[in-house]
């Protein structure tokens, strides 16, 4: 019997690194085009979650685009990084190393992609699976860091980009972290999509820079790209996920004071009503219908793809 091999994507590179800024490891998977790169350089998709998303976004590209390179912000998959992520959860019977792992990048996630949040509010939002402290939260300044002052030099070093022109894409907690870089470092990209936004963190906490964005884009200072996506059964109750200690009630309500479909309704409105400058844009809001919020990245994906770059 043929003895099965492991699976490579090929022209993809990867690179691991510890951050300066926050200690952190993270993995970068790169995809670069099959096409040799344009005078102006390749345009470029950074994709937060690379674990879910990357090999997606890739093939999306790949199949649409000729010459934008994907960038996948993730965390190493070795066994060493996972078993020091999960520490503080405890004991968990019953792992194994697809379980584990997953239990380690979301825990990892948890803290890349979050605002800070007190006690108090921390202890009323909707995290199944996690019984989160405050210091487990709360690294996304550190993070959008991260990206823009160790992540883009190192892409920049392997292939030549066109700076004036890159995307960021992030979903749930991600889309949270793109709506969060929108309003404090709109210059950082040329086009933001936020997929399925957890608006609702940290009550609303995401907002309180919008009226310096608002003002900064009124003015002609800033001239981003804007997408916003959602699943339209986002606030649909689905069963209480295994393992979560809380009756069906309690977790219906928590669902739908998230307002995760009207939360980015109203802000999209908001952002639409500016009146910016030249190549300031807000795209219709995206709502997917029948999509949930675990299925709503992938259409999400093929939207933001058309929009960035098309």
């Known amino acids: 019997m043929t003895q099965a091999q492991p699976v ?5 590179r990867r690179i691991d690194f510890v951050s300066g800024i926050n200690g952190r490891q993270y993995s970068i998977s790169v995809a670069l085009p099959w096409l040799p790169a344009p005078e102006s350089g390749y345009r470029v998709l ?8 990357f ?8 199949a649409n685009v000729r010459d934008v390179v994907v960038v996948g912000i993730g965390y190493p998959s070795d ?3 996972v078993k020091k992520a999960i520490e503080p959860l405890g004991p968990l019977p019953g792992l194994n190393e697809l379980t ?12 890349d992609l979050s605002l800070p949040v007190s006690a108090d509010v921390l202890a009323k939002e909707n995290i199944p699976m996690f019984n989160l402290t405050t210091e487990q939260v709360g690294g996304l300044d550190d993070f959008l860091a991260t990206i823009e002052t160790e992540v883009k030099p190192r892409v920049a070093e392997m292939v030549s980009i066109d700076s004036s022109n890159q995307a960021i894409f992030g979903h749930s907690l991600g889309g949270l972290a793109v709506l969060h870089a ?8 040329r086009t933001f999509i936020a997929a399925s936004p957890s608006i609702w963190w940290s009550e609303k906490a995401v907002l309180a820079n919008e009226d310096n964005f608002s003002a900064a884009v009124v ?3 800033v001239s981003p790209r804007v997408l916003v996506t959602m699943g339209s059964e986002e606030e649909t109750a689905k069963p209480v996920p295994a393992g979560l200690k809380m009756d069906q009630a309690e977790f219906d309500a928590r669902i739908r004071s998230g307002r995760m479909v009207e939360n980015a309704r109203e802000l999209t409105a908001r952002l639409q009503a500016l009146r910016g400058s030249n190549g300031y844009q807000v795209e219709d809001y995206a709502v997917f219908a029948k999509q949930g919020h675990g299925l709503a990245a992938w259409p999400a994906l093929g939207r933001a793809i ?4 098309n």
């Open 306 to 309: 058309d929009f960035a770059f």
């Open 182 to 189: 929108l309003f404090v470092e709109p210059n950082a990209f």
């Open 219 to 221: 003015a002609g200072a």
């Open 100 to 111: 584990s792992m997953a239990y380690a990048f979301g825990l990892t996630r948890m803290y």
């Open 79 to 81: 066994p060493a990084f």
């Open 8 to 12: 490579s994507i090929p022209n993809t």
């Open 55 to 62: 090999t997606s976004a890739l093939e999306a590209v790949r």
């Open 46 to 53: 950074y994709v937060l979650d690379a674990h879910a998303y």
